[in-house]
């Protein structure tokens, strides 16, 4: 569900800091689309995610990751990202540019190991100059094993092209954040060869309430925003969310 935080972007540019947090999501996808609820065969969209995200940069770059848990009367899907930006020029004027690698992995109780895959590429970064504005740009190869496409034949060599933003403003009071992914991936049983996706986070930061300076929640909400993710077709998916920052 999440991806690469701001403050990846913060500190590939000249940040110091580390940072954690766990989100929690109420997804109303199942209320909103028929197909998206539960089967015989299939537990349906997830109503609860938990998410746990870690970001800690380096002399050499930074690394990322993040785990999904998907809740439907117990744990039933489990997915992960991690990611390491390599920088070694990061006192010169190529700082803006690093190299990536990354690996995404998951499984379920109904479909087993799914999603595994590993990209490597080019991560272009930029920010505004007081940083409350931040941005990136990755272009990526993407190795997806034993993908095959309609006619059967291996489509396992693919990309991804990745954008990621976030904007501080209200004197700190909101922040909107995400990222919008466009790869190839054969889906045979969809008929479809590309997949979009979108997630843009608004949060309402309650730390800037007087006396509240340690209270690192937030309150908001995430809108996942496909078409051929899912399922086939466009789909826009709202979630109700908190988050605690470390």
Same mark, same amino acid.
């Given at each position: 569900m999440k991806r690469f935080l +701001?403050?990846?972007? =913060?500190?590939?540019?000249?940040?110091?800091?580390?940072?954690?947090?766990?989100q929690l999501h109420y997804d109303f996808g199942r209320g909103m689309y028929d197909?998206?609820?539960k089967t015989e065969d299939y537990y349906g969209r997830p109503q609860l995610t938990? +998410?746990?995200?870690? =970001?800690?940069?380096?002399?050499?770059?930074?690394t990322f990751f993040?785990?999904?848990l998907d809740y439907a009367s117990g744990v039933k899907g489990a997915y992960w990202e991690i990611a390491r930006e390599f920088c070694f020029w990061q006192q010169s004027k190529m700082n803006w540019l690093s190299i990536h690698a990354e690996y995404n992995g998951?499984?379920?109780?109904?479909a087993g190991s799914y999603n595994d895959c590993w990209l490597a590429g080019a991560t272009y970064s930029g920010h505004s100059k007081d940083f409350s504005k931040t941005w990136s740009?990755?272009?990526?190869?993407?190795l997806i094993p034993h993908t095959v496409n309609a006619a059967g034949k291996s489509q396992e060599h693919n990309f991804q092209i990745t954008g990621v933003w976030g904007i501080n403003f209200a004197h700190g009071w909101c922040s909107f954040s995400g990222f919008i992914d466009f790869w190839r991936e054969c889906r045979a049983w969809q008929g479809t060869s590309h997949i979009l996706l979108a997630e843009p986070?608004?949060?309402?930061?309650?730390?800037n309430i007087k006396g509240w300076d340690n209270v690192k929640l937030s309150v908001g909400t995430e809108v996942e925003v496909s078409n051929n993710f899912v399922a086939k077709g466009f789909y826009v998916v709202p979630t109700l969310a908190a988050k605690w920052s470390f």
């Open positions: +701001t403050i990846v972007v =913060f500190v590939l540019l000249g940040g110091v800091a580390a940072a954690q947090n766990v197909e998206l609820g938990t +998410t746990v995200e870690m =970001f800690r940069p380096d002399s050499f770059g930074s993040f785990i999904d998951g499984m379920n109780k109904s740009l990755s272009m990526m190869y993407k986070q608004f949060w309402l930061n309650l730390n």
